[in-house]
């Protein structure tokens, strides 16, 4: 690392993860530019920096989503769509994408819109970060965790980028209110679960799987990110196919069983479930009951810990600014998973780090400047 110098301008970032480290790199970037050299970044953690990026996108970094209409991006966050309206108009996904092949990471995008790197690896993208990170001056990394406000008295602009997990304390500390955090983006387990382990269904709201006790996968993660704040236990309805679909299907086929129609529109195996008199002709099936395979009901008990990726809640979004800094502590500012924002699977939770982190940054670089 470059030799660290002690300033007038002493910034403390708490937290090593994708937050932190962006912000840093951000300052030190902008700073950079204007041959700027009195100040200096200590980021805290106590963990090795970074390691909270390797699982996301199943180990491969989804980076970012290709929808590139703000408004329309911004539906993916339960909470916080309207704040991001501001933060994403200044920095979005192709400043991102720009930043990224600066660096060294080449992009790719999925047929579902996400963005990964062309390493499929989050190692890669982990590495060329910290490279960046470690071509500039006036920076230390300390391995520390920091419990309160008192632990950062020597310094004159602190960023809280500390993620969701044991800060409740600190984010107090500075007098803020917390919105209680809840685990989101998770597996949910189902009440008197009977339905065929391992198998995957493509429902009209998106695709999910049924793990040993429930179900899994980006709707699962939907609803519990939508259901975050709901108690146990609660019931959904998942539209499996079109109810015309069926009644097309019956008309075409009238004299063959219900099951086997039903099993043209979904899994078999779930369709052996789902439809009683499996062997009944279709033409016999009063309306009622062919209306019911339409839709699967089931009643979630609990959620998954293991499946959990994000966590809703976080800092009040109504104690900062446009520029996510404290109305109520001086010289303080956020980021990333420690607000009181966060999306949907898709590139969305790395989004609001990476554009939340270069709008602080600014922001700090100007109160220096």
């Not at 996301?56 to 980076?63: D, Q, Y």
Request: with cysteine.
């Amino acid at each position: 690392m470059a030799q660290f110098f002690q300033t007038n301008n002493n910034i403390a970032i708490v937290g090593a993860g994708p937050s932190g480290i962006y912000c840093a790199i951000s300052i030190l970037a902008e700073l950079e530019k204007l041959n700027y050299n009195d100040f200096s970044i200590t980021i805290f953690d106590n963990k090795s920096p970074l390691t909270t990026i390797l699982p996301t996108g199943n180990k491969r970094c989804n980076i970012t989503n290709a929808i590139c209409d703000i408004k329309e991006f911004a539906k993916n966050y339960p909470r916080g769509e309207k704040f991001l309206y501001s933060i994403f108009s200044r920095y979005f996904t192709y400043e991102t994408l720009e930043f990224f092949k600066s660096i060294g990471v080449e992009t790719y995008i999925q047929e579902d819109g996400r963005i990964f790197p062309v390493s499929n690896s989050s190692y890669c993208v982990r590495e060329k970060l910290l490279k960046k990170l470690n071509s500039y001056k006036n920076y230390r990394i300390v391995n520390k965790k920091i419990n309160s406000k008192d632990d950062l008295l020597n310094f004159d602009k602190i960023v809280l980028a500390a993620g969701s997990r044991g800060v409740e304390g600190l984010i107090k500390s500075f007098n803020h209110s917390i919105i209680p955090y809840k685990n989101a983006l998770c597996a949910l387990v189902v009440d008197n679960f009977c339905y065929p382990r391992g198998v995957s269904v493509k429902s009209l709201q998106g695709d999910f799987i049924f793990t040993d006790n429930g179900i899994s996968g980006p709707l699962a993660f939907k609803i519990s990110s939508l259901r975050a704040f709901s108690g146990f236990p609660y019931t959904i309805e998942i539209d499996l196919f079109e109810y015309q679909k069926l009644k097309q299907e019956i008309e075409d086929n009238p004299k063959k069983s219900i099951g086997n129609i039903v099993s043209k529109l979904i899994p078999k195996s779930l369709a052996q479930v789902l439809v009683k008199d499996y062997a009944k002709k279709a033409s016999e099936v009063s309306k009622k009951d062919l209306m019911s395979y339409s839709k699967l009901k089931l009643r979630i008990i609990s959620q998954k810990p293991d499946g959990e990726i994000v966590r809703a809640g976080g800092v009040n979004l109504d104690e900062v600014d446009k520029n996510i800094k404290s109305k109520i502590y001086p010289n303080l500012w956020f980021c990333g998973e420690i607000l009181n924002i966060d999306g949907f699977c898709g590139g969305f939770n790395l989004q609001n780090c990476w554009s939340g982190s270069w709008v602080v940054a600014k922001d700090i670089v100007g109160s220096i400047i």
